[in-house]
């Protein structure tokens, strides 16, 4: 009843030997669709497990170029790749591991105009990004659609991730608003360990292949927070809140923000 | 002193004390950034200042965290939508997002 070729049985036979996965599992993960939003430091361990395991479909969205400066934690990008674009390197690499993987690229940057049309295609979302007002679209995005998504951060040596579903706690139950520009550092101006990268991102793609195949408790109504100086984890108990703004009894956003440009004035 | 739990671990603190004074007392970076729930339900930003703490309570910070895409994107993006920044930041433009044509698979 399951279609797989003796190479797929064989590629993934240690998931299939896992008793919670099985071949069932495994079909699960081959119907999934998962969109990481960029493909940077966290969208690259995620797209890079995430198309190991065999997702069937793998969105990236990403309008940057590679800078040498990302190999450092990029690892979806290497040396040659510099001055690419990030979804074209992305591609590459995740065909080389495993070419089963449909991939859809967005060169782009997910912004109000874009976020429901591209969103609404996939089961899953990984927030991989960097800054503060997307990591809200992405929120308002995915829980105006009613999409399931992993949310990370991470800065110099700390990281912090929860996963949502639809009616669990939102970012915007634990942040009302985004922080106001250059109040918060991001990493590319206060640095990170690359490494913590490949943490976050790691347990964002044990999420999403969690969440595909039913296996475990997911990180809902969950922060998890690390600090790899100390190593400690710490899982903090979060509630969705009925004044949320976008998820609350009486939501006060009703439509996407660009929150760049609340800040700016546009010229042509 | 009073005991509390504050992130996870037991403090000393003498009561009366509100959020506010407890968010004062450890030195938080950022205070006007930072959420804080007490008991496991958040507190609004207004209530910081009143909100009295109890012998028991416990209070967890919640602090921002960026990411991992990295390059200046603020900039870049700024640059690709030929936008520039100005003083103020009260207007906010919406939209609902309906005019994007997709790219999928163009650039193989
Ligand atoms: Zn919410």
């Given amino acids: 009843m399951f279609d797989f ?21 495994q079909e699960k993960i081959r119907e999934g669709k998962v969109l990481v939003i960029g493909a940077g430091g966290l969208g690259a361990p995620v797209a890079m ?15 940057d170029v590679v800078d040498l400066s990302n190999l450092q934690r990029q690892i979806i990008h290497t040396t040659p790749d510099v001055d690419k674009w990030k979804v074209e390197s992305a591609k590459e690499t995740i065909n080389a591991i495993n070419p089963h993987v449909k991939v859809n690229t967005y060169r782009d940057f997910l912004v109000a105009d874009n976020a429901l049309d591209i969103v609404k295609e996939y089961d899953f979302v ?15 995005a995915c829980v105006m659609a009613g999409k399931p998504f992993s949310h990370g951060g991470i800065l110099r040596f700390e990281g912090q991730t929860f996963t949502h579903v639809p ?12 922080p106001p520009p250059g109040a918060v550092p991001t990493c590319s101006q206060a640095g990170v360990l690359g490494a913590i990268a490949g943490m976050l991102g790691t ?32 899982k903090i108990n979060v509630k969705k809140t009925d004044r949320c703004p976008i998820c609350g009894t009486n939501p006060t956003i009703t439509e996407l923000i660009d929150y760049e440009q609340a800040a700016c004035d546009l010229h042509k | 002193m009073a005991k509390l739990i504050v992130n996870g671990e037991d403090q000393e603190v003498q009561l009366p004390a509100t959020v506010a004074d407890l968010i004062q007392q450890n030195n938080v970076a950022q205070p006007d950034m930072v959420s804080v729930q007490v008991n496991e339900e958040f507190v609004d930003r207004e209530d910081f200042a009143t909100l009295q703490l109890n012998e028991g309570d ?19 993006r ?6 520039q920044c100005s003083a103020g930041r009260s207007r906010g433009t919406k939209t609902n997002g309906q005019t994007f044509s997709t790219k999928e698979d163009s650039y193989v």
């Fill in chain 1, 5 to 25: 070729t003796e190479e797929e049985l064989n590629r993934y036979s240690r998931h299939i030997l896992l008793q919670d996965v099985g071949v069932e599992g």
């Fill in chain 1, 49 to 63: 497990y995430l198309a190991a395991a065999g997702v069937g479909t793998i969105g990236i969205v990403d309008g």
């Fill in chain 1, 126 to 140: 990984v927030d991989g990004t960097d800054n503060f007002p997307v990591k809200f679209l992405i929120n308002d």
């Fill in chain 1, 167 to 178: 009616g669990t706690a939102c970012y915007r139950c634990m942040f009302k608003t985004p």
């Fill in chain 1, 203 to 234: 347990i964002q793609a044990a999420e999403t292949l969690k969440y595909l195949t039913g296996v475990g408790e997911l990180l809902t109504n969950k922060l998890l927070t690390f600090n790899a100086k100390t190593m400690d984890f710490r």
């Fill in chain 2, 58 to 76: 416990t209070v967890d910070f919640l602090y921002f965290m960026g990411g991992g895409q990295d390059k200046e994107s603020i900039e870049y």
């Fill in chain 2, 78 to 83: 700024f640059g690709r939508l030929g936008v």
